[in-house]
């Protein structure tokens, strides 16, 4: 018999997705079949499966532990030769710059990304050895050619935290856009979005997709822009900015003309701004954090949106 405390980063989940977390290669049909056989019993009484577990909770498996040990396989951690641009990190988050380039996260297996970039940095601190049940995550993705600030959640409460607050949008995130054409005045765009095939979104059904944005400066036929997204969906401000004949420079998949110098479009998640009243991220409320560009999209943002210099 093996008994399992539930800590701070199991709690607050059902039974059988813990189960299935920690014995991560078992058949579901397995998990199920020995909860109804009473092999697993939570606080000493018969459980279902579908109960939400608290912190100190007692999980016990009437199991082999060779058993137990055969449906337990550590995550790969993949080795990086580079460490993250990180901007600011304690106990419970990472906040880090994204490259261009670079995946927020993993689309098919081998995928160089971001998120096992700070798994792999975590390991070399002894912070993550891939056996916990709790997988360290980025909350806040970034498309592969858009640049900027990111955070990962170190553990569950922060994880569920930043999730809610990105959620309910009590996050204030706000990026620098280089947008096609002559922009003199600030506007706000409430339009509906709907993701099409190839990886790309239409304008005009769909759920709702709320931009705000604000002209810094004006070249010669471009406009830099501060933009604030009061919704989070998949290529708004491309998507949006692309709608009213402004596609961002770079931005070949909505509309926007090739740029000499960088790839993609020229877009940079450059600040977050935490609203946490309560809970375990109290102490970042109020809190912003800055990523500031780099490279050839750096110093065109330096220079006021202007791709002549």
Do not use: C, W
């Not at 891939?130 to 498309?143: A, E, H, N, T, Y």
């Not at 990962?152 to 409460?157: A, D, E, I, Q, S």
């Amino acid at each position: 018999m093996r008994q399992i405390t539930v800590d701070r980063d199991n709690g607050n989940q059902r039974l059988d997705k813990f189960l299935m977390r920690y014995m991560n290669t078992a058949p579901k049909s397995f998990v199920y079949k020995m909860l109804r056989k009473k092999n697993i019993k939570l606080n000493g009484k018969r459980a279902q499966g579908n109960e939400i577990l608290s912190q100190g909770d007692q999980v016990s498996l009437y199991l082999a532990d060779d058993t137990i040990d055969s449906f337990r396989s550590a995550r790969e951690v993949r080795e990086y030769t580079h460490m993250p641009d990180i901007i600011y990190e304690d106990e419970n988050v990472i906040i880090v710059t994204k490259p261009v380039g670079l995946l927020s996260q993993g689309e098919k297996k081998g995928d160089q990304n971001l998120n096992d970039q700070l798994l792999y940095y975590l390991s070399t601190r002894g912070d993550y050895n891939g056996f916990g049940m709790f997988k360290p995550g980025i909350v806040s993705r970034l498309d592969r050619n858009t640049s900027g600030i990111t955070i990962m959640g170190k553990n569950l409460p922060a994880q569920q935290e930043i999730s809610t607050a990105f959620r309910k949008h009590s996050v204030k995130k706000i990026y620098l856009a280089l947008a096609e054409g002559r922009i003199t005045a600030p506007g706000r765009l409430d339009l509906k979005q709907e993701k099409l095939q190839g990886n790309r979104v239409s304008i005009g059904e769909g759920k709702n997709a709320v931009t705000l944005y604000r002209p810094i400066s004006i070249s010669e036929d471009n406009t830099l822009l501060e933009v604030e997204i009061l919704t989070g969906r998949t290529h708004q401000i491309r998507a949006a900015l692309a709608s009213i004949g402004h596609p961002l420079v770079g931005d070949t998949k909505y509309g926007g003309k090739k740029a000499k110098g960088f790839k993609g479009q020229a877009l940079h998640a450059y600040s977050l701004t935490f609203t946490f009243k309560e809970g375990p991220l109290a102490y970042l409320d109020g809190r912003t954090f800055i990523s500031v560009p780099t490279g050839r999209l750096g110093e065109v943002f330096k220079n006021k949106g202007n791709l002549l210099t």
